[in-house]
Structure formats: structure tokens, C-alpha cells
């Protein structure tokens, strides 16, 4: 059931927040590679897993409970992460986030795209050995940030509207550059 909540709350968050917004400081994405993972977590692991496919393609292809490797770029809306979860939206890096000189103050919420982030976008949420969210946040857990590239291993999830969400065992964060 908190799932569905996480789930429902998660897919509302990014409706209303869809779109560029005005801002006093404009923000560009900081290019320095995330920082190690902190010793013992569980969820990062340093190789890629291997037959990533990108969001989009993972949101025609897969079932409900089917294991799914797929990569992303961390956000989708303003604010991709749940606080106090490790659980954040990633879209497809086939779309193209806003740049800095198209009037966007926070580009990973593709203000610039916001038709093609509907069918590219998929929430992510790690969870330990029982299937739980993992209740610290993620961008301490996994040294991750808004688009931060990311390739995830999990299973699949759907909702009644075909939203994916994959629960993620294993996270690799991919070095900027």
C-alpha cells in the first residue's frame, strides 16, 4: 500500500511541476563526477550492469515483475527526489534536457520536452532485501544529483496507468565527462 502512495504522490508531484519556471538564480548542472559510494553500501556497485536499455524502451517492453536493467538521467520535474527515500524519477537520455541558454533555470525538469518526458520517464526506488524503500535519501545513499546518469537492475512495476517504476537492488552511478 505505501508503495501505491509513493507511487501515486510521485506521479502527482511531477505533473504539477512539469515546465519551466521562473528563478532568481539560474542553476546549471555542477559536470564534477558523483563521489564514491560510502563504504558498505549495498546498492551501489562499481561496474555497469551489463544490456541497460534506455526508459522509453523499458516502458514498451516490460511486464509487471520482470527484471529490467535500464539507463536514465536523474529528474523529470524540478524535483526528482523523495525526501527521505532513496527514490528519484530518471528520463530517457535520448531526450534532451533544457540548457541553461533556453530561458531554464533547472534543466533536468525538461521544461524544453515536456511532451516526449511522458512516455521516457520512470521512478526509481531502491529497496533492501524485503522489497522496502530504503529510507535514506538518495542523493546521500547513492552520491547521486539531478542529472546525474544512472544505470539501475530491479524489477518492473506498473500502476493502473502504466507508469513504470523499477525497485532497484543495484544502482551504478555513470562518471560525468
Known sequence: MMMKLMNVALVASIALAVG???????????????????????????????????????????ENDQAVTLVGIVGGSTKPFVDGLAAFTIVDP????CAADEGCATPWDYCCETEAVKDNIATVKVVDAEGKPVA????????????????????????????????????YVRPAG
Open 94 to 97: 535520448k531526450v534532451p534536457y
Open 136 to 171: 535514506t535519501d538518495a542523493r546521500e545513499l547513492l552520491k547521486v544529483k539531478e542529472l546525474s546518469t544512472v544505470v539501475v537492475e530491479g524489477t518492473a512495476q506498473r500502476d493502473d496507468q502504466g507508469n513504470l517504476s523499477v525497485l532497484a537492488k543495484k544502482v
Open 20 to 62: 519551466c519556471r521562473p528563478a532568481e538564480v539560474a542553476t546549471t548542472p555542477d559536470t564534477d563526477s558523483a563521489a564514491p559510494a560510502a563504504a558498505g553500501s549495498e546498492y551501489l556497485v562499481d561496474s555497469e550492469p551489463a544490456g541497460a536499455v534506455g526508459v522509453g524502451q523499458a516502458r514498451q517492453d516490460s
